[in-house]
């Protein structure tokens, strides 16, 4: 059997009216050319620690269209593959004022999809959607496929990732069977993007992305504590600079724009080489995202894309962070001024992308921000020190635990609703995964915009059934009455506003979808489910849906 040119890929990145970028990472230096629709476009790779990459940029396409590509690697046929039986792969470009129809969620592990996976981590709902994708149905495909954190897991490595790990060091010396270097990072991602039928997706599926903390490592940045202790060890330099720079190879640079490429200087590098060898940037690379980590203001992870009437803002609420203890904040005064630029009325919708879920449920936020103030010496030293480790412990890290950027967003949004920022939109909404269960919460409001948050968590990374409702009772529960008195006897002030829950909780391995339909934003939840023992096929099925329309309605 012969061998394939490529690794990875091809991913379909960012597309719009007449542009798409195609990611792939090659096993070799090579020429990587896209056909499609009787035109060329081609690129060298690009090395980074021995790894070989290529992002192909295509344009003057036409909007609206849906156009079958190949994909060559030095003149031979590397994509498709025909006997894969998955149908050709495509480039669709947007539509000029065609509503928004996006798929979205977080928390996906890299277990092989068979029994033994399906039963520790169940079913992959990114790979059923795949095969129900592939199957030629009914399903309308979304524009756009946005991963908002934890792609991969860099801490709590796989059996597979493992073995990889054991074959090339000892782990029992530090980091153990975390990540230490860019070579392991590859492997996982690897490991991620691999699978024949979730590979075909995303190389018709335009993808977004953004990182959480699994993707560096669990409760990164939560405190400048925390930060310290992981300067202090022998490996974490190694380990923030083989994340971030993999996160920018195989993630953050196919969700930039064509016009926010030729603005990276790294990617600007890349590009202006001349010569048919292929550049090395490790060394670039790998100082850019040192930087990057030591000095965040220097370079931005967020985005923002508008499709039609509808403006999709990316959160970065994990690198940005300001951890300087009377100054903390999960944004820093750079990234909140960017903010500031970018919410705005006139758009019908408005989705704010982060991470971290910025509406807990009450109980939980006023435990998190009781948690804040005396890790910051609310109740003294002694307490403060208990604090952190609670933090820590319990994930305690959220909007609610940075209640200076809580409380600027809070304002942003307020005044985008109440149409102080240009014409109000139908609703604001936050889109979120991290916590491992979805729900969907809305502040109270008699006037203005409806103010939503729409949480989908995980893809494939359910917690235990005893979890769910420890999860429960600190969420909805114990965390309710018990939340309101602690952060009050910490001086904490109240919320800006108050909101409830309005669909959920539910634990399912799910993706959720978003669509801005006349009658409001639909959203629904969809699982994979086993039927008579298939783990290799699984169904699709609806978890939940509710529609968010003008003021006067939200239906089930």
Same mark, same amino acid.
């Given at each position: ?303 923002? %894309?508008?499709? /039609? ?5 990316? !959160?970065? #609420?994990?690198?940005?962070?300001? +951890?300087?203890?009377?100054? =903390? ?115 109270? %409001?008699?006037? /203005? ?5 729409? !949480?989908? #968590?995980?893809?494939?990374?359910? +917690?235990?059934?005893?979890? =769910? ?88």
């Amino acid at each position: 059997m012969t061998t394939s040119p490529l690794v990875l890929g091809p991913m379909m990145r960012y597309v719009d009216e007449t542009s798409a970028s195609v990611w792939v990472e090659t096993r070799s230096p090579a020429r990587v050319t896209v056909h499609a629709g009787g035109r060329d476009w081609a690129a060298r790779t690009f090395a980074v620690h021995g790894h070989h990459y290529a992002l192909v940029e295509l344009d003057g396409l036409e909007p609206g269209t849906v156009t079958p590509y190949t994909l060559d690697v030095d003149g031979s046929r590397a994509w498709p593959d025909p006997s894969s039986g998955f149908p050709p792969p495509a480039i669709a470009t947007l539509k000029t004022g065609k509503p928004l129809r996006l798929a979205y969620g977080s928390c996906r592990t890299s277990v092989p999809h068979d029994e033994s996976g399906n039963r520790t981590h169940g079913v992959d709902s990114l790979r059923a959607f795949a095969l129900a994708m592939a199957s030629g149905g009914e399903l309308p495909w979304p524009d756009l496929v946005a991963f908002i954190g934890d792609q991969v897991y860099a801490d709590m490595t796989s059996e597979q990732m493992q073995e990889f790990i054991r074959a090339r060091r000892d782990p029992a010396e530090p980091p153990g069977e975390e990540l230490k270097d860019y070579e392991e990072y590859a492997h996982l991602y690897y490991l991620a993007w691999s699978d024949p039928a979730n590979r075909w997706l995303l190389s018709t599926l335009p993808s977004a992305m953004i990182f959480d903390d699994h993707d560096i490592r669990d409760d990164w940045n939560t405190s400048l504590s925390w930060k310290k202790k992981m300067e202090a060890t022998s490996w974490w330099h190694g380990r923030i600079v083989a994340g971030l720079a993999a996160y920018w190879v195989y993630q953050h640079l196919g969700n930039l724009s064509p016009a926010e490429r030729a603005d990276d200087a790294l990617w600007q590098q890349i590009v202006r080489h001349t010569g048919d060898d292929e550049i090395d940037v490790s060394p670039a690379l790998d100082a850019f995202v040192d930087r990057a980590d030591q000095e965040p203001e220097t370079y931005r992870w967020s985005y923002c %894309r508008d499709f /039609g009437d509808t403006r999709l803002i990316v !959160v970065d #609420s994990r690198a940005a962070r300001e +951890l300087t203890p009377d100054k =903390r904040a999960l944004v820093d005064q750079d990234e909140m001024a960017w903010l500031n630029d970018r919410l705005r009325g006139g758009f019908r919708h408005v989705l704010i992308a982060t991470s971290l879920p910025f509406l807990l449920p009450m109980g939980l936020h006023y435990v998190e921000s009781w948690d804040e103030a005396i890790s910051e010496g609310a109740w003294g030293k002694l307490a403060a020190g208990a604090g952190e480790k609670l933090r820590q412990a319990l994930d305690l890290e959220h909007w609610g635990a940075f209640q200076n950027s809580f409380r600027d967003m809070a304002a942003l949004v307020t005044e985008v609703a109440d149409g102080r920022r240009g014409p109000a939109p139908d609703t604001v909404t936050f889109l979120s995964g991290d916590v491992h269960y979805s729900f969907v919460s809305e502040v109270e %409001r008699s006037s /203005g915009s409806r103010i939503v948050q729409a !949480v989908s #968590s995980p893809i494939r990374n359910p +917690l235990p059934r005893l979890m =769910r409702s420890f999860a429960a009772v600190m969420s909805y529960g114990l965390a309710a009455p018990v939340g309101v008195l602690v952060a009050r006897s910490a001086k904490v002030p109240d919320p800006p506003f108050r909101w409830t829950g309005i669909k959920g909780p539910w634990f399912d391995n799910n993706l959720a979808f978003l669509e801005a339909a006349p009658e409001g934003l639909k959203l629904w939840w969809q699982t994979g489910v086993v039927d008579g023992g298939d783990h290799l096929h699984p169904r699709l099925e609806r978890v939940a849906d509710i529609t968010v329309g003008p003021r006067s309605t939200v239906a089930p």
